[in-house]
Structure formats: C-alpha cells, structure tokens
C-alpha cells in the first residue's frame, strides 16, 4: 500500500516555550483548527510549579500523545503535521533534548508582553545544536506590557538577528485586534466559531506606511540570504510575487539562516491560523533536511540513509510512554524505509529481535492501526520488550546503530524509602519502569546502606516522580533530604603504576601498568588511551585495564564522587605467561587509576544552575542580597513594567530551600525557575567541609 501522504506533505514539528508563554494553549487551538478536538475549553490553570505541572501532564495527556498527527490545507493540498510534545519544564531537558531529535521545525512560543525568558533561550540554542529550522510566534499580544519593537529586540539580541517578522500586529494589548500579513500586504481579521475563519481586509490607511516599513525590511532581509530572491530584489523589486517571496524564506528558514516570525493572542484567538499556514510554507519536510547518519555496528563505519523508501529500514525509538489503553508505547521515528506490520526488526542498540506487532497512528481524539510504517513517519508500536528511549530498530540485513541522543547527567539524589515493608518490591518495579521512560533519571541500589537513592535533574523533577509513583503506581515512598550530585576531577597530568601479584603457590595473580591521567575540558567526559608498544601487555588483557579505571572512577579518591573529564594512557606494564587474568588486569588498572588521580590535584566539582527570578521591583534589593549570600553571580537585571528579572548563576547546593526564601521576601509574589547550566570547581574552603563532612 503506497503512503497516503506524500513526503513533501509531512511535517514533524513541536512546539517549545518557556513555561507559561502558552504552549500547551497554541496545541490546542491548532488541534480545534484541525479538528482533532471539538472545543477548546477555558485558559486558566493553578499556580504552584508542582500543582501546574501535575494539571500540565493530566491536560497534556488527555489532548496530546507523545506525538499527535493532524491535517491542515494549503493551497488545495493536504499536508500531514506531526506534533511531538515537548515538557514544559526545564527539569526535563531531557525531554526537549530527544524531542528535538526527532522533530524537523520547530515553533518557539513566546510570551509577547516579556519578551525572551531563560527557557526559550536554553531551548533555542538546544534547537541550534542540533540545526532545527524554527519559526517564532509571539503569543499574548492582549496583555499589558506587550509590544511589537521590545519582542523583536529581545528576540534580535539574545537568540538571533535573522529573526524577521512576517506580521504586524493592528492594535496593542486590549486592543489588539488583528494582523498585517506583510507577504500579502493584507489586513487579516478572526471571525467565527472560536477565531476559525480568516478574513482579509484592506491594511488600514494609518497603518500603511509603517507595513511598508517593515515589508521592505522584510524584503531586504531575505534577499541577503537567498540568492534567487536577490536578483529578483535588484532588478524588479515590485514584481516579487508571495509565492517567490515565501519560496526564498522557506529556503532560507530550512538553513537556519532566516527565522519568521508570527504575533497573535490565543485569548483572542488571533494568529493561529496564519502559523499553521506558516508552518507547511516553511518548515520541512524530512526531505529538505540532511540524511541521517549513523554507524556500522559490525565495522564501526559511518553509515547515512536518506529518507526514501528504497533505502533499508532504520528507526529511533524516542519515547516509552505506559498507556492505559494498550500497554507500553513504544514512539519511533522513521528514518528511512518502510515497516510493515507483523515483522521482525532488530534493535541494535539491545542486540535483540523484536516483532512489531501493531502500528499506531496517534491522534488527540482516537489512535489509528496501520499496515505500514514509512521514512519520515512518527508512529507507535506496543508490545516490544528490550527497547529503550534512544535505541535503534532496523532492518536485520543492514545493521545501523543511529547517534544517541545525549542526555545530561543527574544533578541531584534523594534517598526513597517505602512506606511500607510490603510496598518494597512494588516501588523497585516502579522505579525502574520510570527510569526506564527518562533517561535523566536513575535508580540505584546501595549495597552497603541498603538504601535506594533516586536521582535527577532537579528537586521538582523528583517530587514529581514521588508523585507519580503514588497516582500512577499506587506505591508511596518516603523522600529524604535531597543531596547535591558532586564530582570530582583532576587539574594536572599525573602517571602512576598499578601492581597485582600474588605469587605463593599454585597459580598466581599478575597483572601490571602503568597509566598516564590528564585533565580533560569539562563535558568532554572519559578517554581511554592504549598506548601500548610491542606486546609488553597482550591485547586481551587491555579491556580488562580499561574496565578497572572506569570502576575505580565510579568512586572518585575526594569524597566518594565519581571522577568525570580525565584522558587515561596505557602507555607500560607487564605480564606473566601464566599468572596473567583478566581479573588481576583489572586490579591493577584501578589501582593504577587510584593513585594517578591522588597525584593529579584532585579537586570536586559542583552543579552551577541557571536561575532566573521575577519579582515585583520594591524587593530587588532584598532578592539580589538573598542571592548573593547563596554565592550566586548575578549576570543580568532586566527593567519590565514594575517588575525586574533577575538572571544568576548559583550553586545548586545553595538553592535547596529558594522557594520558601523567596515566598517570605516577597509576600508571595516572587516567582523563580532554574535549570542545570554547567559543572565548576567547589571553593576551596567548601571543599573542606564537604569532603569532612562525607568522611564523618
Ligand atoms: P504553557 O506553559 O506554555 O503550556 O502555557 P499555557 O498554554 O498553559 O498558558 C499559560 C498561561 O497563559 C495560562 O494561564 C493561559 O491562560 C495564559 N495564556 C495563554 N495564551 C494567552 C494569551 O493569548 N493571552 C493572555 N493574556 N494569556 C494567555
């Protein structure tokens, strides 16, 4: 059966926002537009972080799948656009990080009376790394505070000068009423139930130079990033039609080098109509964008596959969600190639056959079996056993592992006890089937105390696995004090020798080496270097090396903190031809890498987060001090009408408690967010303290 589709007809596409500028809201009205759903319901929501996100997943879950397909025509063609859903909160970079890898545009949701937020500006630049074509919308135009000029600043300053406004909005605030189509040269208006027919009006006379203003501005730009247009800019400007004027946007937009931008009000329904035409006119389809690359797991050579279907069959499983319905989902990204239903794919990430047994398509009103699977679709299979968030699914005849998506490395651990006895092996289970879901949260067992630490990206994103064990696992567990995830690293080159031999009788033990460790730059993560010249140590003993280092790390030489960042060479030794093991390799590796590391300046490193705090302007003083004192540096004050926005960078040792401090200094007023923004050396007389306090 051919694809109902064609492939130039798809789009894969999220939106990504700070919280709050209206995400979930601009879902909703492109599902009621679409007609996937049949009303759009009301605007409000509660107010704590962990209540709104609790009502998020509840309200995100009965109108969005992990990836939710619906419809849209444009100049008489139908187009398909997928919508993979991104959190709304930062606790879960995670999440925005493997939906990015999947998606090809995205729609960067502002709040248009703040301008750009941390969040949008973390998002953007995560949307840069992995080169997402983006177009903006700048929603909330009704509200105080929103303007036109300090949007585009914002966004010009602190994401991108290429990002250029196809739209004027008529009207600011409580009299926003509709926009200038600057492509058209028209006046649009809203009109029926909830906003759903687009008018087109004459532009209004006071409002015509300023549309001519800024569509020259417009014409300009893109000329100088499209050479098509260029020429056609310099010898008949106003011969220009939309079509060639969109066509060079949507090239240029594709590239990265030109970013649209939108304007609307969801309260008034105004603009998001125009944004899904915008987003079949310039974002891309799989076709537009690079192949995919991945690696040969047999010879470890790289591997591209275009999206046709010709090419074998390769797909990344990107989200495992449980569904009340079906049982596990298992969302994957189709690549390249065609799946059909009922066939065996290998994982090989796992190594393991997996049958597919049924396809779904996911809508917000009902879920869709199909018989086949083609390159560029976003689908879900149930029922696989060995596959995890980030595996790959291919054809077993051409074997392709894809490029994992990275996640970054738990900040923050807690111990978890059960409430009771009886629900300990219920909440073992459980964890594991969350972990299993998010890779940026881990479970551990600790053998020693008996105790089960979970750990993650940040105190919220915890509670709301304690809050999900009891709701969705019926398991409670008890949360301890939350710990900071120290590590540790060494600052100098340093070489040292590791010796296992054990020689009294029989057979003995010998394994013996000597590594050189050096510094590496922070997130560059391990290296293992063999060195090792004529045969003083035999080839089938150097993982066994490699293997004692990496368990040696795990313990750091500090405070018990993993080391991270460090080069190790194996660069001599020796062996015995008959008391040589793996076993006493591994040894002497950790050995080795024990005592290299105490030689190399060892020293702890500690999670700085990124926090932004918005507070009315009578408690600046008070924040800022606040702040200080938790050995936060302070990089920027923002002026917004009698409010201040404070961005900082603070350990997150010192965050612990922010919100009650911060409720306290300001009546309640003051609002904050924070993510994980990089590692850095703890302070020397810190150190001390942290290092004592862990030997106790
Ligand atoms: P998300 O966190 O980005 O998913 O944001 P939501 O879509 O849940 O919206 C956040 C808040 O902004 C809600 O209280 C909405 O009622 C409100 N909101 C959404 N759109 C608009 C708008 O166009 N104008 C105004 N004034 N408020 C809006």
New binding site residues.
């Given amino acids: 059966m051919p694809r109902k589709y064609p492939i130039e007809n798809l789009r894969n596409i999220g939106f990504i926002?700070?919280?709050?500028?209206?995400?979930?809201?601009?879902t909703t009205c492109v599902l009621y537009y679409t007609g996937r759903i049949h009303k759009i319901g009301s605007?409000?929501?509660g107010t704590t972080p962990l209540d709104w996100m609790i009502q998020?997943r509840e309200r995100a879950m009965t109108i969005m799948a992990a990836a939710t397909s619906c419809y849209w025509k444009v100049g008489g063609k139908e187009y398909e656009i997928n919508i993979i859903d991104t959190p709304?909160h930062i606790d879960f970079t995670a999440e925005v990080q493997r939906s990015l890898r999947v998606l090809d545009g995205a729609v960067v949701?502002f709040d248009g009376s703040a301008g750009v937020q941390s969040q949008s500006e973390t998002v953007w630049h995560q949307a840069d790394n992995f080169s997402v074509p983006r177009i903006c919308f700048v929603?909330?135009?009704?509200?105080v505070g929103a303007d036109f000029e300090m949007n585009l600043k914002s966004i010009w300053q602190r994401l991108s000068e290429n990002a250029v406004p196809l739209q004027l909005p008529i009207g600011v605030e409580e009299n926003f009423s509709g926009l200038i189509d600057l492509i058209e040269m028209k006046a649009l208006k809203f009109e029926g139930e909830e906003g759903s027919i687009k008018k087109e009006f004459e532009i209004p006379s006071e409002m015509k130079d300023l549309a001519m203003k800024w569509r020259e501005k417009l014409l300009e730009k893109v000329a100088g990033e499209d050479e098509i247009l260029l020429e056609k800019y310099l010898s008949n400007k106003e011969g220009i039609t939309p079509e060639e004027l969109r066509s060079a946007i949507r090239r240029a937009t594709i590239k990265c080098r030109l970013f649209p931008v939108f304007f609307?009000?969801?309260?008034?329904r105004i603009g998001v109509l125009p944004l899904l035409d915008g987003i079949v006119y310039y974002l891309p389809s799989p076709l537009d964008l690079p192949p995919v690359k991945g690696t040969d797991p047999k010879t470890g050579q790289i591997i591209e596959r275009k999206p046709l279907e010709t090419e074998p069959f390769c797909a990344l499983a990107f989200k495992i969600q449980a569904d009340p319905y079906v049982g596990t989902l298992t969302y994957f990204r189709v690549y390249s190639g065609t799946l059909k239903k009922g066939s065996y794919v290998l994982n090989t990430t796992s190594g393991e056959k997996e049958r597919i047994g049924r396809i779904l398509r996911m809508h917000a009103d009902k879920r869709e079996e199909v018989e086949e699977a083609f390159a560029g679709d976003i689908l879900a299979t149930v029922g696989l056993k060995n596959t995890l968030t980030g595996h790959t699914l291919c054809d077993e005849n051409y074997p392709i592992v894809l490029e994992k998506p990275t996640f970054p490395e738990p900040v923050i651990s807690v111990k978890i006890e059960p409430k009771t006895k009886a629900d300990q092996d219920k909440l073992a289970s459980a964890l594991k089937k969350l972990s299993e879901e998010d890779p940026t949260f881990k479970t551990r067992y600790d053998t020693e105390t008996g105790e089960t630490i979970i750990s993650g990206m940040g105190e919220l994103h915890l509670e709301i696995i304690a809050d999900r064990l009891k709701r969705e696992f019926h398991v409670e567990g008890n949360l301890g004090k939350p710990q900071v995830a120290y590590k540790e690293t060494i600052k100098e080159v340093a070489e040292a020798e590791g010796k296992y031999i054990r020689q009294s009788g029989g057979r003995g033990q010998y394994g013996h080496v000597i590594i050189r460790v050096e510094p590496k730059e922070r997130g560059t993560g391990f290296e293992f270097v063999d060195a090792i010249k004529g045969g003083v140590i035999p080839k089938e003993f150097i993982p066994a090396v490699e293997k004692g280092v990496k368990a040696a790390m795990e313990k750091g030489v500090l405070a018990g903190y993993p080391l991270i960042d460090l080069k190790v060479t194996l660069f001599d030794g020796s062996f015995h031809e008959v008391d040589s093991s793996e076993y006493a390799f591994k040894i002497a590796g950790e050995i080795a890498l024990k005592e290299a590391a105490k030689k190399a300046k060892p020293t702890l490193l500690e999670p700085i987060m990124k926090v932004e705090v918005v507070i009315p302007e009578e408690y600046f003083g008070d924040v800022l001090g606040n702040l200080a004192a938790r050995r936060g540096k302070i990089e920027e004050t923002i002026d917004r009408i009698k409010t201040k926005i404070i961005r900082a960078k603070v350990p997150l040792a010192e965050m612990f408690g922010y919100a009650t401090d911060l409720r306290s200094l300001t009546k309640g007023r003051g609002s904050f967010i924070m993510e994980f923004d990089h590692y850095e050396e703890v302070p020397e007389y810190i150190q001390q303290q942290i290092i004592e306090g862990k030997l106790k």
């Fill in positions: 926002a700070h919280i709050s500028a209206g995400k979930t809201t601009t605007l409000e929501k998020e709304g949701v929603n909330k135009m009704d509200k609307g009000s969801l309260y008034k």
